[in-house]
């Protein structure tokens, strides 16, 4: 992700804010090296957290007193602090969800059904996460339309010369994600999105693995549908939100129907409440929202240009320092542009181990990394591969880690060859 200049972290200060990083994982520290996964949370938002459930415990837009209204005014308060985190040009924009996966598949059961039709089609990139993936094969199946694959290069990037090549005048949607988890490539997606323009179609962003590491500008990215996850933000799990122009939430019928999504009801029809409340049926995840809001405010204060600039150090530090290792094969960006740009993840094999023996090895030195498939078995198959070792940064991680982990990469080579 590209950022401007900024002033270096206190990464003393910075760690002290996190109490998981202290967590007991057996002899050695904890080098947690898996945010992409979930990120730790700053003490200000398990305060959050308390001080809802500790002080104004209530629900929202229901009672006419006080403690409801509390409640309401935090809760709102939270949207309108998403809204200026991503550029959104108003609160009926923000759409609160569990998370990114049900955000997409939101969008998906909602827009898509309206706006899909048979013979209509789907282009997804073969980057996906399955969360931007399944739900447009469920929608597929259901309307009769035909998926279609923007594939990746060689080494795992987009080119949108691959996009142009599968765009049509039936395509309705184009679903792509912002950063990939499991290799870090990004995205250019306003130049995706001058080129979904041309179409008669909504482009919608899988923006869970970008939003930590620099500045989203929904407005500027020009596209329809942003999702991400408050627990990879430094946020509390169970929050998300869906962000949408206001057109196209508009041409969104409602997805689940139930309490607040509601104006009246009678016994045989109902009709439905403005936005942003059609798409947020029953009670939302009033904490998480306050809490995801504490979140934006600790990344806010730290600076996300200043993060970025503290996780670019690091990713290029540890490229060097990996890529010297004798057995250790980075996957991922290679090329200097698309490194220029990458989200701080390092996806790697090992010659001659599993990616799960490495991560136990890894696993008895303290170093917490992720191994598998990374839910994007399309894109790691397009590779040739079925699982890496993936290690992630964020605003905590420091140099000495990346060296614990280095080392520990070693051991596994020195054990299982
Ligand atoms: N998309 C991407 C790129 C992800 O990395 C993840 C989680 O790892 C998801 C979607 C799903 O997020 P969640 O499980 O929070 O819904």
Redesign the pocket.
Known sequence: MTTGPAQPLDLDAVRAQFPGLRAETGERPLAYLDS??TAQKPRRVIEALHGVYAGTCANVHRGVHRASERATAAFEAARERVRGFIGASAREEVIFT?????A?NLVAAAYGDAHVRAGDEVVVSEM??H??LVPWQLLCARRGARLVRWAVEEDGRLELAGLERVLSPRTRVVAV?H???SLGFTNDIAAISRLVRQRDAALVV?G??AVAHAVVDVQALDCDFY?F?G??LYGP?GV?VLYGKRERLAATPPWQGGGEMILDVEFSRATYNALPYKLEAGTPNIAGAVGLAAAIDWVEETGIDAIAAHERALLIHARERLEALPGVRLVGPARPAERGRAAPILSLVVDGVHPHDVGTVLDHEGVAVRTGH??TQPLLRALGLDATVRASLAAYNTREELERLAAGLTRARELFT
């Open positions: 992409a996964s569990s998370g990114t996966t049900a997409l996906e996460h969360s931007n994600t950063a990939s988890n899988d869970a693995q999702a996850s627990h990879k799990t998300g990374h839910c």
